[in-house]
């Protein structure tokens, strides 16, 4: 089926530092998404994005998270600068009009 | 105050048994619902998905919707230890809109 890519599977860095996490949704998706799961328990929205823009965010999208996706390569989530409550496994899904999400593998991100 | 409520929040069923989740919103606008499953460390997959009042089978599952109480139920029969996971429940507005999760029913299968 339609595959979802996310790099890195895990990283682990220092508070207050940068991170990006990498998805590369299905090839012929329109509609991207982030979601955020804390020790496999509720998956969080987060944000999603549609040509280019933001459509909506959650109040979890904190000033300190950005997305984008330049001339259509990946779709990125910065985290600048990183706390200690962002550690948590970070889901990209993308999605085809109307219809089921497609999920990658999720990134877990450990803040020290 | 969670819109897209979950129970129970684990369920054991042996081995061939049933196991029935329930999911509502509190959301009137919501129209579609979806039934991710999520085994352990991996990401969720799309189980089923109900948009009009009534059932849906599919192999050992069955999802009910009754729209106007904004519940859905899923069922698995003659359940097997694989089918051990988080069973989360999605709702949206439309095909289009953000789905909203529900904190999940955890479904443990015993041999």
């Known amino acids: 089926g339609p595959k979802v890519l996310q790099i890195p599977s895990h990283q682990i860095i220092d508070m207050g530092q940068m991170v990006t996490l990498n998805c590369d949704p299905v090839s012929n998706h329109l509609y991207f998404y982030w979601y955020k799961q804390i020790l496999g328990q509720q998956m969080e929205f987060l944000v999603n994005f549609y040509n280019g823009k933001v459509m909506e965010k959650s109040k979890l999208f904190k000033d300190q998270f950005s997305v984008e996706r330049p001339d259509g390569s990946y779709f990125t989530l910065k985290i600048q600068p990183t706390a200690l409550e962002d550690s948590a496994v970070y889901f990209c899904?993308?999605?085809?009009?109307?219809?089921?999400?497609?999920f990658g593998e999720g990134s877990k991100l450990t803040v020290l | 105050q969670q819109k897209v409520q979950q129970s129970p929040e684990s369920l054991i069923v042996p081995e061939g048994g049933m196991a029935s989740l329930n999911c509502t919103s509190s959301?009137?606008?919501?129209?579609y619902f979806w039934w991710y499953r999520q085994h352990s460390g991996k990401s969720p997959k799309m189980l089923m998905?109900?948009?009009?009042?009534g059932e849906k089978e599919e192999g050992r599952f069955t999802v009910h919707l009754n729209k106007a109480s904004l519940h859905t139920s899923l069922h698995i029969r003659d359940s097997q230890p694989s089918d051990s996971a988080l069973y989360l429940c999605a709702a949206s507005r439309g095909g289009n809109y953000k789905p909203t999760f529900g904190k999940g029913t955890s479904l443990v299968v015993h041999p």
């Open positions: 998905s109900i948009f009009s009042n």
């Open positions: 959301d009137r606008n919501v129209d």
């Open positions: 899904a993308s999605r085809k009009g109307t219809g089921q999400l497609y």
